[in-house]
């Protein structure tokens, strides 16, 4: 039974892009067949709290003396990194905000890189549960971070995304982005439009392509 675990993070109820790409890919996903499930979770409508431990980052092994963080939280962890580990395939919904990620994004990602269980740290017996497992980023954009702008480095969702879940956790990651997506809002000019729409229809194309190549 191919998993999808699908996240979306826009706070954008009504006209998120990122929600849209990745509904094309959870579609086409249970379109495949019906043994095609997808996890569904969205970290804006139900957010998770903050870690309120530091220790969370670590098994109890290399905690503080004394530390004891939150079973509640501990049991919430847990939980989200077997929902991660039971999963064939990850999809995010990243939308910019702030040139990072969403804090409710940024909150899941605090809970499932654990060194030692999903990353490896000290032991070199240590595993990696996710190597080689696709996660897909649906990155949406108002303005454009393309190489050779004068803003190719202000992207700061998809490089940090990249470390943990690529090199961290060993997983093979690839990235669908829409650009200019305020353009029509704010009436740029009509190539500007024009490129956006465009941009548009390629990463439902993409998203929709990816969902069959990886389910
Ligand atoms: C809180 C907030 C911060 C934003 N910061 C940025 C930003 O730093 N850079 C940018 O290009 N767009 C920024 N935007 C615009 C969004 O990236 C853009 O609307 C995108 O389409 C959001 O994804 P969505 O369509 O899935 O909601 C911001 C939007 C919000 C709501």
Do not use: C
């Not at 892009?17 to 379109?31: E, L, M, P």
């Not at 569904?40 to 109890?60: G, K, N």
């Not at 929709?208 to 990886?214: E, F």
Request: hydrophobic share 40%; aromatic share 6%.
């Amino acid at each position: 039974m191919p998993i999808l675990l699908q996240l979306d993070s826009s706070a954008d109820l009504v006209t998120s892009r990122s929600r849209a790409i990745t509904a094309t890919f959870a579609d086409t996903w249970r379109g495949l067949s019906n043994e095609h499930t997808v996890v569904h979770r969205d970290l804006h409508r139900e957010p998770l709290s903050h870690l309120t431990d530091a220790a969370l980052h670590f098994p109890a092994r290399l905690r503080p003396e004394g530390a004891r963080p939150s079973a509640e939280q501990e049991k919430l962890q847990q939980l989200l990194i077997a929902e991660l580990v039971a999963a064939d395939v990850l999809l995010i919904g990243v939308p910019l905000y702030n040139y990072s990620m969403p804090s409710t994004l940024k909150a899941w990602i605090d809970y499932i890189h654990l060194p030692t269980v999903t990353a490896p740290f000290d032991d070199p017996t240590s595993q990696q549960p996710l190597a080689g497992r696709p996660a897909v980023l649906v990155s949406t954009r108002g303005a454009v971070y393309d190489p050779g702008t004068s803003t190719e480095f202000d992207d700061h969702a998809l490089p940090a995304l990249t470390l943990i879940l690529a090199n961290a956790l060993g997983m093979t990651v690839e990235t669908i982005v829409a650009t200019r997506t305020l353009s029509e809002r704010f009436g740029a000019p009509a190539d500007e439009v024009d490129t956006q729409h465009e941009e548009l229809a390629a990463a439902h194309e993409s998203a929709a392509r990816a969902a069959r190549r990886l389910g």
